[in-house]
């Protein structure tokens, strides 16, 4: 029997008991609702996947296999073939690719292989040779690749997964360097899920109209030539496939033989996965999506593959980008996990209670913070937009992250905000937190490396009071802090998750989710009972971002606020961050600033972006020759 052969043969569905003792202890815990969504969907698939009555954050590996693609002469890339081993150089000399910062991020030991650059590659330190042949043959004009070369692609991946889970890893994030390997990817995507040339191609690279047109034809021609096999994953491989691709497609299927999981990035994880689906089809239960990329046929892949992303951020690039903040989600949902059932952990937050009375705010003070807000620097926001348009990857290709580190830059009036930015948590509260809230607040904070302020609020006090209340502590944070995630709290232990979100949808928005009310008057069409709250929220918001602060949303709750505050005060607009949905879409109702300190982990992920990737001259990777790069990029 062969490699391949034995690993199929040892791949079994995930363990339903471990499912079950988490899913009771979870239950038994913080009751059927815990508001956790997503992450605890994680937790639990995580708990089968490696037969885990006791979960521990994975040890991670990051793989990036790199290989050309014959296709490439067809000039399909914005970028030359030449940019796959200079990359390959980068990732282990310049150490400023992505997948670097990313795995710093992540925490996740980074490894090179190649399987097919078609260079000289013995002088880079560090690499894992396993080059199969000079890149693949032009799949437009013919089969890629034999199909013994197919197989020795696979079973490189599965001794590698191997190799890694006999040293302890149980997280793979396997990512691909290649010109040309979206080409390949389409050409993969369409004999799997039925789509046309058109549906299956997109910008990859980031390429312009007439060089899309271009690949979709080559795509087109490569399907006619070759007629891949969609019953048949080694015919789909050989003929339209990539060296790198079958290496990712033996990753998947060693780990999923060794109950270890593999978090699928984008487009070109996706393309193996579903190869590795049509070799072995119980891999998708070893797999966990991370965000839907803006390649137009990802779709379509997960919706084969049986996949949920769990994050949106508009990246168009591999290197194991997205699965490195998706996985991170799983490490908070894990040591959310061991909080609450660590009878011995202790939060540790901060105290502020509302005198029993001040001086109330006259409509002065609030016209103050509506007609001095600061302006955003725009050079600082130029210059740290110019630095990432030439940071070594294609332009506007990590989505979000791009936009967070380019608006941060302009709050804090720095082009290159350090990783060390300050970050804290302030949640409001009217009642005790529960011991659960208590714990899983504290968990997500530690996780996000913020401090944690809880405000207790009086409601017997008048609302502008609250609002005064609200903007000190705002205020007095931001100082320190100019990341600041903002809270409320459920009003009693016994409530049920999401309750004051549901309270404020209700009263506060239409049934298709747009606002209501005039601004001016939402305060008074609140429920009373939570209006005290409402206004301090109101105030920390307002008043940290006059600070000039990044104000990171929390639950539903804080995003309908702050919806409001928006049309308020306009000026607020670019000193908020939006969670969920707009980033994360995890269905998550816990309060007390779990959700924030997500989104405060995204902007943490931006810093390292800005941070530990080199540029295209400092890295010697050649800039694009095609569409919005060209002449952005500076060599």
């Known amino acids: 029997m062969s490699l391949l052969e034995d690993t199929i043969a040892k791949i079994q569905p995930p363990s339903a008991e ?236 060693g780990a999923a033989a060794h109950h270890t999981f593999v978090v699928i990035d984008g487009f070109n994880t996706g393309a193996a996965a579903l190869i590795a689906q049509s070799l072995a089809p119980l891999t998708p239960h070893y797999l966990m999506g991370s965000h839907l990329a803006a390649e137009p046929a990802h779709k379509a892949m997960l919706k084969k593959l049986g996949i949920s992303p769990y994050m949106d951020m508009r990246f168009r690039l591999g290197e194991a980008t997205g699965s490195s903040i998706a996985v991170n989600l799983l490490d908070a949902a894990v040591m959310a996990y061991k909080s609450l059932s660590d009878s011995d952990d202790t939060p540790e937050f901060y105290h502020e209670t509302m005198p029993p009375k001040s001086l109330p705010i006259t409509d002065k003070t609030f016209d103050f913070y509506l007609n001095t807000f600061p302006t955003l620097s725009k050079p600082a926001m130029e210059a740290c937009k110019l630095r990432i348009d030439n940071l070594a990857k294609p332009i506007y290709s990590l989505g979000f992250l791009e936009e967070i580190a380019v608006e941060l830059a302009g709050i804090v009036d720095d082009e290159r905000p350090g990783l060390d930015t300050g970050r ?26 913020a401090s944690v302020t809880i405000a207790h609020l009086r409601k017997d006090r008048p609302l502008t009071e609250a609002f005064d209340f609200g903007r000190e502590i705002g205020e007095a944070l931001s100082f320190s802090d100019p990341i600041l995630g903002v809270a409320l709290t459920e009003s009693a232990p016994d409530d049920a998750v999401g309750t004051k979100a549901a309270k404020l949808r209700k009263s506060l928005l239409n049934e298709d989710g747009s606002l209501r009310y005039e601004a001016s008057e939402f305060l008074q069409k609140t429920p009373k009972e939570l209006q005290t709250e409402v206004s301090a929220l109101l105030g920390a918001i307002i008043a940290g971002a006059h600070n000039n602060a990044l104000i990171v949303l929390d639950d539903e709750s804080t995003e309908i606020i702050a919806r409001y505050a928006e049309v308020l005060c306009p000026a607020v607009k670019p000193y908020i961050l939006h969670t969920q949905p707009a980033l994360l879409q995890l269905g998550m109702t816990i309060t007390g600033g779990c959700t924030a300190c997500l989104g405060i982990k995204i902007v943490d992920a931006a810093l390292h972006m800005l941070n530990d990737m080199k540029t295209f001259a400092e890295a010697r990777v050649s800039v694009a020759n095609d569409g919005p790069g060209a002449g952005r990029q500076i060599e």
């Open 424 to 449: 804290s948590l302030l949640c409001f509260a009217t009642g005790e937190l529960s011991e659960a809230q208590n714990k899983l607040t504290s968990s997500f904070a530690r996780h996000a490396c």
């Open 18 to 253: 471990a499912v079950e003792h988490i899913r009771s202890k979870l239950d038994c815990t913080i009751g059927d609702e815990t508001g956790l969504g997503g992450l605890k969907e994680l937790l639990l698939k995580y708990a089968g996947i490696t037969l885990s009555d006791h979960p521990e954050p994975p040890k991670k590996t990051t793989i990036i296999c790199c290989a050309d693609h014959g296709v490439a002469e067809m000039k399909v890339s914005a970028y030359p073939p030449s940019t796959t081993v200079q990359m390959t150089e980068n990732y282990l000399i310049s150490r400023g690719a992505v997948a670097n910062a990313l795995s710093n991020f992540a925490g996740s030991e980074l490894l090179v292989a190649d399987l097919g650059i078609a260079a000289p590659t013995d002088q880079l330190p560090g690499l894992i040779h396993k080059k199969i042949a000079l890149g693949t043959k032009n799949c437009a004009a013919g089969p890629a690749m034999t199909r013994e070369q197919a197989i020795q692609s696979i079973e490189t991946g599965i001794e590698l997964a191997t190799e890694c889970a006999e040293k302890g890893t149980c997280c793979f994030l396997p990512g691909e360097m290649g010109i040309a390997n979206t080409t390949s990817s389409a050409c993969v995507a369409a004999a799997f899920c039925g789509l046309t040339p058109e549906e299956a191609t997109g910008r990859g690279t980031n390429i312009s109209d007439e060089r899309l047109k271009l690949k979709i034809e080559v795509v087109r021609k490569a399907l006619e030539i070759n007629k891949p096999n969609p019953d048949d994953g080694l015919d789909v491989l050989m003929k339209v496939g990539g060296f790198e691709i079958g290496c990712i497609t033996g990753i998947i299927l």
